[in-house]
């Protein structure tokens, strides 16, 4: 849905490798269990087990387990590699004998709302059988790395080329063509990761001043982006946001926009004395900080000059080379 992580690894994984994605199922009217197979311009193969209606539990499990088992029958897969991004795929996947199992461990799933109860206790299970964890940031290994001895950070990374076209002049969407200056931009997910109390006392939600745009497509952000002033990252300080390491934060540096954050901790510490990352732990603070921003964005050559030199080689390329070297030792 949101081209993040997973799309910008397994995009390019698929250069060497055959990558099928098993995606969470999905309803259908029909009688029978299937499996949607469908090809990704990128070279990956997305899975959908379309389950019927009714279909849930261990009996959703034994579907999927059949779905799969036929799939790779078809294709005549001999050697498999697994790379999970939730211990609950174990539910489906655990009788399969691969050459390495690799854990993309993104978030602290167990802390989001709506977790499933045994999703703690898969998580032991998949520890145990991974060969390598990856972490998405390095507040999540420090919290993983007692559990596994072959742990790594790989904080997200960024595509900044794609990002860079916010830096020239763009054509305004029509959607925030209206909108006046200064804006506040933020893309994202509106969950219980946003600290939205703060946001309200800063006299946003449901005024005349903020504007729902809606769902964009990824192709889209630099577009929007380049029309911002500043861009915001109002996360609020809870469970579900505790090990986070926003891939936002270089994907708005690389745009050439300055950024305000509640202190997130893997922001403060990468990110915290850079100058054109302010960091800000209440709404006065916060609105301090964006007419800061501000002032910073008028010095538009040193604005620049400072988030090159931040994002430095922090592209996904180099990411992706570096898991694939830790892979190859793994074997």
Not at 182 to 205: C, K, N, S, T
Not at 285 to 305: H, I, N, P, S
Not at 315 to 326: A, C, F, G, I
Request: net charge negative; charged share 25%; aromatic share 10%.
């Amino acid at each position: 849905f949101v081209y993040q992580r997973p799309q910008h690894l397994m995009s390019r994984f698929a250069r060497d490798y055959n990558v099928l994605f098993h995606e969470e199922p999905i309803p259908t009217e029909d009688a029978e269990p299937w499996l949607e197979v469908r090809p990704e311009e990128n070279g990956v193969q997305v899975l959908i087990p379309r389950l019927p209606a009714g279909c849930e539990g261990d009996a959703a499990n034994r579907a999927q387990r059949k779905l799969l088992d036929d799939y790779l029958e078809k294709l005549g897969v001999g050697e498999l590699m697994l790379w999970y991004y939730t211990p609950m795929s174990l539910a489906f996947s655990d009788h399969l004998a691969p050459s390495l199992i690799v854990y993309d461990c993104m978030d602290e799933l167990s802390a989001f709302r709506g977790a499933p109860p045994q999703l703690i206790e898969r998580e032991v299970e998949l520890m145990c059988r991974a060969n390598l964890v990856f972490t998405g940031g390095y507040s999540l290994y420090e919290a993983k790395r007692q559990r596994h001895d072959n742990a790594h950070p790989f904080p997200s990374s960024v595509d900044v080329e794609h990002f860079a076209a916010a830096r020239r002049p763009q054509h305004d969407p029509e959607d925030q063509a209206e909108i006046p200056h200064p804006r506040l931009g933020f893309y994202g997910v509106i969950d219980e990761r946003l600290d939205l109390e703060l946001i309200e006392q800063a006299e946003l939600p449901q005024r005349d001043n903020i504007h729902y745009l809606g769902g964009k497509t990824y192709d889209e952000l630099p577009q929007y982006l380049s029309g911002w002033d500043v861009a915001i990252m109002p996360f609020a300080l809870n469970e579900s946001t505790r090990f986070i390491s926003p891939t936002k934060t270089p994907e708005y540096l690389a745009g050439g926009c300055p950024v305000v954050s509640t202190p997130i901790t893997d922001v403060l510490r990468t990110y915290g004395d850079t100058g054109i990352v302010r960091i800000a732990d209440s709404a006065e603070a916060f609105v301090a900080a964006t007419e800061a921003a501000l002032a910073d964005a008028e010095d538009r050559d040193g604005l620049l000059a400072k988030a090159d030199e931040i994002l430095g080689d922090m592209s996904w390329d180099h990411t992706w080379s570096l898991m694939k070297e830790k892979m190859q030792c793994a074997i």
